[in-house]
């Protein structure tokens, strides 16, 4: 068991040796850092090696860190995680110590792209549209899920749902929407003057 042990977390030891990946041109997301294959550890020899390198009081930052990289690997939509504590609390350690996981993004390289359509997401033809765009954002480099965000509303053929629908969007904050129509591009524009918006016809 010892022995085991040792293999399985003799790398981990060596995080303070590990620099972050280059963060890009700007555009396309950062190349993943490739490493030696690293063994499973147990929940309690990752919080070993991070007392060990830190000299943690408190654990419980690294529980949630951990929790989400498990939570993202079942089925649904991505889930989010961001510490807030006092400086030096090894925030930017722990989370720097995911970077090597599969599908692990750091926040501030993720974007958000809304997105306001006529017709339904049943749509045929709204349907080739929506994929043709999430295929060529993917030629970029953007995948929603992974480094970007993509906030969907439909407003089928009722134009009375389409100053809410673009209240909410603008709401969130996206850095740019993609719109398809006149009607609902002037009343996107009636709820911010900042935000780029994209129209498509």
């Keep these: 068991m010892a022995a085991a042990r040792s293999r399985s977390c003799g790398i981990v030891e060596k995080l303070p040796d590990w620099k972050p990946p280059p963060t890009g041109n700007g555009h396309d997301p950062a190349p993943a850092p490739q490493g030696p294959r690293v063994e ?101 480099g953007w995948t929603d899920g992974r480094n970007l965000v993509m906030d969907l509303r439909w407003f089928g053929d009722a134009a009375n749902r389409i100053p809410g629908l673009a209240q909410e969007l603008v709401g969130l904050q996206p850095d740019i929407i993609l719109v398809n129509g006149t009607p609902a591009t002037v009343a996107l524009q009636r709820e911010t003057r900042t935000i780029p918006i994209v129209f498509a016809n």
């Design 40 to 140: 499973p550890c147990t929940i309690d020899e990752t919080l070993a090696v991070f007392r060990k390198w830190l000299i943690l009081t408190d654990v419980t930052p690294i529980h949630a860190v951990l929790g989400t990289v498990a939570a993202n690997l079942l089925p649904g939509d991505p889930v989010w995680l961001g510490l807030i504590g006092p400086p030096s609390s090894a925030k930017t350690e722990i989370l720097n110590s995911t970077l090597r996981l599969p599908n692990v993004v750091q926040g501030d390289r993720v974007r958000r792209i809304g997105v306001l359509l006529g017709r339904n997401e049943n749509n045929p033809q709204q349907k080739r549209r929506l994929s043709a765009f999430t295929q060529a954002l993917a030629g970029l």
